[in-house]
T-cell receptor, first 113, second 118 residues
Framework: AQSVTQLDSQVPVFEEAPVELRCNYS??????LFWYVQYPNQGLQLLLK??????LVKGINGFEAEFNKSQTSFHLRKPSVHISDTAEYFC???????????FGTGTRLQVTL | GAVVSQHPSWVICKSGTSVKIECRSL??????MFWYRQFPKQSLMLMAT?????????EQGVEKDKFLINHASLTLSTLTVTSAHPEDSSFYIC??????????????FGPGTRLTVL
């Protein structure tokens, strides 16, 4: 079975500051890794995914994430956040490219002026 | 990108009634759809995997007689919450799997349905 840990339930940050949202996973097999964003009362939107290849993955809205196999991590970063980035962010894993997803508990990113 | 819709976006019902939620893939055919449940300020929990033309596969602890899933076509899956009770109040989200090149399928999520049972 797989599990995902997002240690930070909330991350407050000022606009234009950099941010890192942490994600660690556990699995006995190789996994695919995803980051999703959820705005209030909406479904999930894919930010980026790691399937294979380069460990640095670039996504939409200026986000990127780095897969670190030795540390079993897939932290999400953005060099300069905007107010509109305020949302809930979920890290997820699957054993297939579109198999059922196991989600972390989410991190609330709150961007203020 | 691919679009997945859900209907209704929100519903309020009385305890004991049944509620049907539809999930549609609008611009692609989805042989597989997933149903998730999300409690306030919590993560998404997979309830079941819906396969077109066959029975759904339910996750452990999910009552299949309580949450009826029908995937009658390649673009539509429905979730019926039977004899709903207040503890069934939640945000229900579906996703649909779109086949991709080189086996890189991808899941696309619907906007969710907020169910409130009085």
């Amino acid at each position: 079975a797989q599990s995902v840990t997002q240690l930070d339930s909330q991350v407050p940050v000022f606009e234009e500051a950099p941010v890192e949202l942490r994600c660690n996973y556990s699995s006995s097999v190789s996994v695919y890794l995803f980051w999703y964003v959820q705005y209030p009362n909406q479904g999930l939107q894919l930010l980026l995914k790691y399937l294979s290849g380069s460990t640095l993955v670039k996504g939409i809205n200026g986000f990127e994430a780095e897969f670190n196999k030795s540390q079993t991590s897939f932290h999400l970063r953005k060099p300069s956040v905007h107010i509109s980035d305020t949302a809930e962010y979920f890290c997820a894993v699957s054993v297939g490219t579109a198999s059922k997803l196991t989600f972390g508990t989410g991190t609330r990113l709150q961007v203020t002026l | 990108g691919a679009v997945v819709s859900q209907h209704p976006s929100w519903v309020i019902c009385k305890s004991g009634t049944s509620v049907k939620i539809e999930c549609r893939s609008l611009d692609f055919q989805a042989t597989t759809m997933f149903w998730y449940r999300q409690f306030p300020k919590q993560s998404l929990m997979l309830m079941a995997t819906s396969n077109e033309g066959s029975k759904a596969t339910y996750e452990q602890g999910v009552e299949k007689d309580k949450f009826l899933i029908n995937h009658a076509s390649l673009t539509l899956s429905t979730l019926t919450v039977t004899s709903a009770h207040p503890e069934d109040s939640s945000f229900y989200i579906c996703s649909a799997r779109r086949p991709g090149l080189a086996g890189e399928d991808e899941q696309f999520f619907g906007p969710g349905t907020r169910l409130t049972v009085l």
